[in-house]
């Protein structure tokens, strides 16, 4: 038996752009798409910049306005961009959580957070510059456009 092709993989991604995407809707949770890359591009996050960005936005999205709906966070293995998962989102209180959370990571003072031994399975590769540069990188994308939220035909 062949699997069906996940929604995922029915997105054509040479046309796919940074930028903020509803990927699918599950009853009460959105999964949102957060391209921080143009896919198949060659510029892809390394796994530092990566891992850092992600220990700062889930805190940041957790610990923020939306944070009691926060699903999950994390990347997607491609090195293009994040996964988040929000019950009951409306999209426009979901960009405005986000780009808190970026702007707060690149506002942030002193260490990233899940820094140490017993909070992260590989916590020396972690690095707060890293995070604050995607972010800013991020930021800047997500406010020089309009985000529609929808894939591009």
Do not use: W
């Amino acid at each position: 038996m062949t699997p069906e092709k996940i929604a995922s993989f029915r997105i054509n991604h040479d046309k796919l752009t940074e930028g903020i995407y509803v990927s699918r809707i599950d009853g009460d949770i959105t999964t949102y798409d957060l391209r921080t890359r143009v896919p198949n591009s060659g510029d892809y996050m390394d796994n530092l910049t990566m891992h850092s960005t992600e220990h700062m936005l889930a805190t940041y999205l957790r610990s923020g306005s939306i944070g009691e709906r926060v699903i999950y966070f994390g990347p997607m293995g491609c090195q293009t961009g994040f996964y988040l998962l929000v019950r009951d989102a409306d999209n426009t209180e979901v960009l405005t959580a986000l780009c808190e959370a970026l702007e707060a990571t690149v506002n942030h003072g002193g260490e990233i957070f899940g820094k140490a031994r017993v909070e992260c399975g590989n916590y020396q590769n972690l690095d707060i510059s890293a995070a604050k540069r995607e972010c800013k990188r991020y930021l800047d994308i997500l406010s020089s456009k309009e985000n529609d939220f929808r894939y591009e035909e």
